[in-house]
């Protein structure tokens, strides 16, 4: 009745073969044809069939990112035949019981990974590396069993054991014939992944960042304890960072930027999560899209090129596939769809029987170590009980629905008023068209990208009020003279340490701009180094401020701006002039919160705001850069004297 399924339990491992059963679907796909390597994204072989590709982590060395590079294979399978089986068709054709497997608990035990938690907080996150991070461990077993058996048996258990996954999977692709090394090993998985990273389809791009982890009590999941976890600030802060990572990425891949859709409760077996759905429109190759995408900071952190590189200092050994994703690709008229789920809740049969089923927990200034060990048991565990690795438990006698809970929508909605109405409402699919006369319409401006993308966002809404803006990498750029505008954009580091060459670039470009009278706008670390050089002391705050939302004074106004800072310039007494310095001649007018900390500079041709305008956090970020803009720029201002909430 059922061939191709029927082919693939009888195979001995020389088939490849991918089994989905995919978010809201009453059928298992089955897919077969050929595998192929790719080295590149670029490479993935889109010639008219449809192409499942297996991405592994080590593809972020595509965008210039720290990576342990263990040679995990980009693995094609080009699909030549498939066909779709009825769930309960399904169900009763595959193994009935997982196969036996012998558990080696984790690979990193709790009190060394919470060693690991506390250094993260202390030496990144504490020294203004980023917001969070992700950080890796491995619960370890061995099977003697065979890999089809292993991985059609694993695929039935997660398809009656988990719920709420936007894809239930078991793929195995053996290595082409050409293959050597690490490549010539077979790619083996199966998983209930609850996150999708990208889809396309008719031009639409969709992301959905899932964050903050309600873990159920053994009892089964409560309405107060899910509205416990719905008020909680580590929580709620958790997810609005990685919506602003994920939105950088939109900003990017969307000439329209992106919109907010949400939040949402996804409910699974054993956890529950709370998520957003991005979306915006675009024409990108797919492939370009997801290059432009990797990886999810759910899963490695922000701002992105440093969350690698501090995942290289702290995790033992290579990721493999872990955090990268499946990539299916589609005929769609005359071009491919795509719909890629990312790589987490997911188990791998190696070589020699050895089974891997990694987790990671997301740490924030706010995490707790021994609640972030208890995190990754709990994102494994649905794995691990479905696989027969740990007990199952006695299922709760009635499944509560969280989400028809009272009070559950009510929290969710509240969550919005802390966002910008500039990212919820819909967004235009090019840039903005100035108002008539404006005089921002058409001046160019240079954003320079010091390894934070929040560049992307900052350049939409700069497009937004009509300038022409671009993006360049602080070590790509030639001229910061030729522009009306330059911005000077955030980053990761300790804006003191001129030895870095981040920070001198940033201080030559600031004297640069300033010496030939030339409108500059500095954020976040550009402005504490532009402090810095006026002569206001730059040190680590008592608490780092990341991914917070504070109401303070910015030059004279309140306005709600979303702040990812370690180190703050302090209000202070400022000594006089040196001769040599063009900024310390300035006589920077400055504005602080109640703290002392400097929310802002502003001079001739000059400003500098301590916030990111153009989070998502960030209420009034619009109005403010609005205002900033025409300040450095001399043009009359349409919200001043006084700025009005933006929405």
């Known amino acids: 009745m059922h061939p191709l399924l029927d082919r693939v339990l009888a195979s001995d491992g020389s088939l490849p073969f991918a089994l989905l059963r995919r978010h809201g679907g009453t059928d298992v796909e089955v897919l077969t044809g050929d595998v192929v390597d790719a080295d590149l994204l670029g490479d993935i072989p889109l010639d008219g069939a449809p192409v499942l590709a297996v991405v592994p982590y080590r593809q972020a060395r595509e965008?210039?990112?720290?990576?342990?590079?263990?040679?995990?294979?980009?693995?094609?399978?080009?699909?030549?035949?498939?066909?779709?089986?009825?769930?309960?068709?399904?169900?009763?054709?595959?193994?009935?019981?997982?196969v036996a497997a012998e558990p080696r608990g984790f690979d990193i035990p709790d009190d060394e990974y919470a060693g690991i938690v506390r250094r993260v907080i202390d030496d990144e996150i504490g020294q203004g590396a980023g917001a969070n991070f992700v950080v890796m461990?491995?619960?370890?077993?061995?099977?003697?069993?065979?890999?089809?058996?292993?991985?059609?048996?694993?695929?039935?258990?997660?398809?009656?054991?988990?719920?709420?996954?936007?894809?239930?999977?078991?793929?195995?692709?053996?290595a082409p014939a050409q293959a050597t090394g690490p490549a010539a090993a077979a790619v083996s998985l199966a998983g209930a992944t609850p996150e999708r990273h990208l889809t396309l389809h008719d031009g639409v791009a969709r992301m959905n960042p899932i964050s903050g982890t309600y873990r159920h009590p053994a009892t089964g999941p409560t309405r107060e304890g899910v509205l416990e976890f719905l008020h909680d600030t580590k929580e709620n802060e958790e997810l609005f960072m990685v919506v602003d990572e994920e939105m950088k990425m939109m900003s990017a891949l969307c000439p329209g930027g992106g919109r907010i859709l949400g939040p949402y409760l996804k409910q699974m077996a054993r956890l529950s999560h709370?998520?957003?759905?991005?979306?915006?429109?675009?024409?990108?190759?797919?492939?370009?899209?997801?290059?432009?995408?990797?990886?999810?900071?759910?899963?490695?952190?922000?701002?992105?090129?440093n969350a690698c590189t501090v995942i290289a200092r702290h995790e033992t050994r290579p990721r493999g596939y872990y955090s990268g994703f499946l990539a299916l690709f589609e005929p769609d008229g005359t071009s491919y769809s795509l719909d890629a789920p990312i790589l987490i809740r997911t188990a791998y049969l190696h070589d020699g029987g050895r089974v891997s089923v990694p987790a990671g927990a997301t740490l924030v200034r706010h995490s707790v170590p021994e609640h972030e060990v208890a995190e990754t048991r709990a994102k494994a565990s649905g794995v691990l009980a479905s696989l027969g690795l740990i007990p199952r438990g006695a299922a709760p006698d009635t499944v509560v629905d969280l989400n028809a809970q009272d009070g559950v929508a009510e929290a969710l909605t509240a969550r919005?008023?802390?966002?910008?109405?500039?990212?919820?409402?819909?967004?235009?699919?090019?840039?903005?068209?100035?108002?008539?006369?404006?005089?921002?319409?058409?001046?160019s401006v240079l954003v320079v990208d010091h390894e934070d993308q929040f560049t992307t966002m900052l350049a939409h809404q700069l497009r937004h009020l009509g300038m022409d803006a671009r993006v360049v990498r602080w070590d790509a750029v030639t001229d910061v003279l030729a522009d009306d505008l330059v911005v000077l954009g955030p980053g990761p580091g300790d804006p003191r340490d001129g030895a870095d060459p981040r920070i001198a670039a940033v201080v030559r470009r600031i004297h640069e701009r300033v010496a030939a009278g030339l409108p500059l706008l500095a954020v976040c670390l550009s402005h504490q180094v532009l402090a810095g050089l006026a002569g206001f002391p730059?040190?680590?705050?008592?608490?780092?401020?990341?991914?917070?939302?504070?109401?303070?004074?910015?030059?004279?106004?309140?306005?709600?701006?979303?702040?990812?800072?370690?180190?703050?310039?302090?209000?202070?007494?400022?000594?006089?002039?040196?001769?040599?310095?063009?900024?310390?001649?300035?006589?920077?007018?400055?504005?602080?919160?109640?703290?002392?900390?400097?929310?802002?500079?502003?001079?001739?041709?000059?400003?500098?705001?301590?916030?990111?305008?153009?989070?998502?956090?960030?209420?009034?970020?619009?109005?403010?850069?609005?205002?900033?803009?025409?300040?450095?720029?001399?043009?009359a201002g349409r919200t001043e004297p006084g700025m009005v909430r933006a929405g």
Not at 285 to 305: I, Y
Request: aromatic share 6%; glycine share 8%; proline share 9%.
């Open 416 to 443: 919005n008023r802390q966002l910008a109405e500039f990212w919820v409402r819909p967004q235009d699919d090019g840039p903005a068209v100035a108002e008539p006369g404006s005089p921002l319409a058409g001046r």
């Open 137 to 174: 461990r491995s619960f370890e077993a061995r099977t003697e069993a065979a890999r089809v058996p292993a991985l059609t048996s694993w695929f039935r258990a997660l398809l009656v054991h988990e719920v709420g996954s936007y894809w239930t999977f078991a793929v195995h692709a053996p």
């Open 274 to 305: 709370t998520e957003y759905l991005l979306e915006g429109r675009t024409s990108a190759d797919p492939r370009e899209a997801l290059r432009l995408t990797m990886f999810a900071p759910t899963v490695t952190g922000s701002p992105m090129e």
């Open 538 to 635: 730059v040190r680590p705050l008592p608490a780092p401020r990341q991914g917070v939302r504070l109401e303070a004074d910015v030059l004279g106004t309140p306005a709600a701006v979303g702040y990812y800072n370690t180190f703050g310039a302090m209000l202070a007494t400022v000594v006089a002039a040196d001769a040599d310095n063009p900024v310390a001649r300035l006589a920077l007018e400055p504005s602080a919160d109640a703290d002392g900390v400097l929310t802002a500079l502003r001079g001739p041709g000059v400003a500098s705001v301590q916030g990111h305008l153009e989070s998502v956090l960030s209420a009034d970020g619009l109005t403010v850069l609005d205002t900033l803009v025409r300040h450095v720029l001399g043009v």
């Open 63 to 98: 965008r210039g990112f720290t990576v342990q590079d263990d040679g995990a294979p980009l693995r094609c399978l080009v699909v030549r035949e498939r066909e779709r089986v009825p769930l309960p068709d399904a169900l009763a054709a595959l193994p009935p019981e997982p």
